[in-house]
């Protein structure tokens, strides 16, 4: 009964590393979201997959890359990290816009 | 495009007492809405959402929800909180194609 599995869970950088998020479902949603959420902001959508093979940029999408590998399927890439991007990353997943989100545990990132 | 506004950032309220914690989004042709709770150090899982039909909607755990089309608001009661339910609470809606909207979040805070 696995759902949204993330990881890696706790990840620690210096700035200017590349690191990348791994989401994966086992639901055969259709849709997929990567999330950042900060204290007093809520969550905010970075990017998102409405099928496999295709992404759209969300409310913050930059300084990232995303990728949709296949249905099950959703990375999140930071290609040069900063301490701006210190965050709790939350991958989730849908059936479609008018169904229930199925949210991961969470990824904290510390850039340093 | 869709938005949510949640206009408390905190709510205390003592153990057994009601609680309503409120939420306003722009309107919009079709309208879905949806409230998740995130319990400390988790992600967020569904609490209740509304599709269509009956504006009274019922969810986990005690909580109910009254859609107010007239006044765009997605309000999200409980008659007696617990301290277990301590935790913050997200209001969302679709955000046009595949996008799902948070808003800001309302952390519930149970006084003994």
């Known amino acids: 009964n696995a759902g949204v599995t993330q990881t890696p869970k706790f990840q620690v950088l210096k700035t200017g590393q590349s690191m990348t998020l791994q989401c994966a479902q086992d639901?055969?949603?259709?849709?997929m979201y990567w999330y950042r959420q900060d204290p007093g902001m809520g969550l905010r959508l970075i990017y998102y997959?409405?099928?496999?093979?295709?992404?759209d940029k969300g409310e913050v999408p930059n300084g990232y890359n995303v990728s949709r590998l296949n249905k099950r399927e959703f990375s999140l890439r930071l290609e040069s990290a900063a301490p701006s991007q210190t965050s709790v990353y939350f991958c989730?997943?849908?059936?479609?816009?008018?169904?229930?989100?199925?949210f991961g545990e969470g990824s904290r990132l510390t850039v340093l | 495009a869709q938005s949510v506004t949640q206009l408390d950032s905190q709510v205390p309220v003592f153990e057994e007492a009601p609680v309503e914690l409120r939420c306003n989004y722009s309107?919009?042709?079709?309208?879905?809405l949806f409230w998740y709770v995130q319990y400390p150090n988790q992600g967020l899982q569904l609490l209740l959402k509304?599709?269509?039909?009956?504006?009274l909607v019922k969810g986990i755990n005690g909580f109910e929800a009254e859609f107010n089309k007239s006044q765009t608001s997605f309000h999200l009661r409980k008659p007696s909180v617990h301290i277990s339910d301590t935790a913050e609470y997200f209001c969302?809606?679709?955000?046009?194609?595949?996008?799902?909207?948070f808003g800001k979040g309302t952390r519930l805070h149970i006084l003994p």
């Open positions: 989730a997943s849908s059936v479609s816009r008018r169904g229930e989100l199925f």
């Open positions: 639901m055969n949603h259709n849709s």
């Open positions: 997959s409405a099928s496999e093979g295709t992404t």
């Open positions: 309107s919009s042709v079709s309208v879905y």
């Open positions: 509304y599709l269509s039909g009956s504006t």
């Open positions: 969302a809606v679709p955000g046009g194609d595949d996008k799902i909207i």
